[in-house]
């Protein structure tokens, strides 16, 4: 690592900045009184709150829809001729 070139640009080069993101991420969430999770559950939970915490929230339920869509519907619609309702990419 080039840490005086890091420094001088306001990276932070230490591990606090990855710590307190775990203890505010993972640690408050995951480990609340009475809260017990499954593999599963708690990889897709950390992921959500991971999404969320970033503020990338809007982008992937954008994407979330988008998939969804195609999963459940993307052989039947153009079938039946129906409008695209749940796209993303359409105008407020």
Known sequence: MR???YLAAGYPIGSGVVG???GHTVKSRM???GRRWSIKGAESTLLLRSVYTSNDWDDYWGA???LEKQRLYGSILPK?????EYSS???A
């Open 89 to 91: 990419k359409k105008a």
């Open 31 to 33: 480990e609340e009184a």
């Open 20 to 22: 307190s993101t775990c």
């Open 64 to 66: 979330h829809q988008e």
């Open 80 to 84: 039946l001729g129906c409008p695209d």
């Open 3 to 5: 840490y005086d070139e």
